[in-house]
T-cell receptor
Framework: GQQVMQIPQYQHVQEGEDFTTYCNSS?????IQWYKQRPGGHPVFLIQ?????EVKKQKRLTFQFGEAKKNSSLHITATQTTDVGTYFC??????????FGIGTKLQVIP | DVKVTQSSRYLVKRTGEKVFLECVQD?????MFWYRQDPGLGLRLIYF???????EKGDIPEGYSVSREKKERFSLILESASTNQTSMYLC???????????FGPGTRLTVT
């Protein structure tokens, strides 16, 4: 099935610093989804990107889909303690299913 | 709002026991999924179902089976629980097969 590499696996930032996580695929993707899982919680859908070069914003979060549709990034500007959690990307896998990346665990130091 | 519920938040079972994990969604979604989540391994798909009585193996189906007798309910079965099945189990549903997934709160299963 489709494999996706997500980096970094862990990130510690000082509150107020920016944060970026990346997802990379060896093949062209039809779309990519992003989810957030708070500590002790379950993954919650954030956004889906479909178009080449697409950029979407949700307040301090900026999502980008690469021009070649093989990579994507999630950037958080001026992190807050409420941003703590694990961020997953998800891509179409084999046989009509979705494959999740390993996730990036973000820790924000107040 | 879509609601996905799971029968237990925490479960402790003994090795060899048969374990049932239940998942119910209230949004008439065709597609339902079972994942397990382990530190450093992310979310791994065990089984999924795209219709009543239909099931497909995911990436790690060994040691598990599933049942979907009604559209809203998807059960994960551990026929003979083993300690390496200690994990967090997450159920999800979606309207389309590759669409946005809605997750339940998870069941943390410990097999001793």
């Amino acid at each position: 099935g489709q494999q996706v590499m997500q980096i970094p696996q862990y990130q510690h930032v000082q509150e107020g610093e920016d944060f970026t996580t990346y997802c990379n695929s060896s093949t062209t993707l039809s779309n990519i989804q992003w989810y957030k899982q708070r500590p002790g919680g379950h993954p919650v859908f954030l956004i889906q990107l479909v178009k080449s070069g697409e950029v979407k914003k949700q307040k301090r979060l900026t999502f980008q889909f690469g021009e070649a549709k093989k990579n994507s990034s999630l950037h958080i500007t001026a992190t807050q303690t409420t941003d703590v959690g694990t961020y997953f990307c998800a891509v179409p896998g084999g046989y009509q299913k979705v494959t999740f990346g390993i996730g990036t665990k973000l820790q924000v130091i107040p | 709002d879509v609601k996905v519920t799971q029968s237990s938040r925490y479960l402790v079972k003994r090795t060899g026991e048969k374990v049932f994990l239940e998942c119910v969604q209230d949004m008439d979604h065709e597609n339902m999924f079972w994942y397990r989540q382990d530190p450093g391994l992310g979310l791994r798909l065990i089984y999924f179902s795209y219709d009543v009585k239909m099931k497909e193996k995911g990436d790690i189906p060994e040691g598990y089976s599933v049942s979907r007798e009604k559209k809203e309910r998807f059960s994960l079965i551990l026929e003979s629980a083993s300690t390496n099945q200690t994990s967090m189990y997450l159920c999800a549903s979606s309207l389309s097969r590759r669409g946005e997934q809605y997750f339940g709160p998870g069941t943390r299963l410990t097999v001793t």
